[in-house]
Nanobody, 126 residues
Framework: QVQLVESGGGLVQAEGSLRLSCAPS????????MAWFRQTPGNEREFVAA????????AYADSVKGRFTISKDNAKSTVYLQMNSLKPEDTAVYYC???????????????????WGQGTQVTVSS
């Protein structure tokens, strides 16, 4: 069974920073794109950022551009989301996702991703 394990969430004050991590466990698989999504109660899951394993191309939601940075460590098979200048509206459960489509499309759609983590809570206080 494939699992993605997120860590690094927590409570932070506005303008603070957090770094989320996502690493696979269980059965090995080849992911061509890794992404972060977030969700608040009563709302649909929202795209945050994505990165292509080969080449490292990235994509970001407009709401986080300039504040969040997605990166990867190939040796550790780990993806990170560095979140700076956090705002209360960034409060959400953040999910890591993996896409296995060989075309490596940096999709903003949740249905493009096959594997998902369990989520980690990020709370930003004002």
């Amino acid at each position: 069974q494939v699992q993605l394990v997120e860590s690094g969430g927590g409570l932070v004050q506005a303008e603070g920073s957090l770094r989320l991590s996502c690493a696979p466990s269980g059965r090995t698989f080849v992911a061509y794109v890794m992404a972060w999504f977030r969700q608040t109660p009563g709302n649909e899951r929202e795209f945050v950022a994505a990165i292509r394993w080969s080449g490292g191309s990235t994509a970001y939601a407009d709401s986080v551009k300039g504040r969040f940075t997605i990166s990867k460590d190939n040796a550790k098979s780990t993806v990170y989301l560095q979140m700076n200048s956090l705002k209360p509206e960034d409060t959400a459960v953040y999910y890591c996702a993996a896409a296995i489509d060989w075309r490596g499309i940096l999709s903003t759609r949740g249905d493009a991703y096959k594997y998902w983590g369990q989520g980690t809570q990020v709370t930003v206080s004002s």
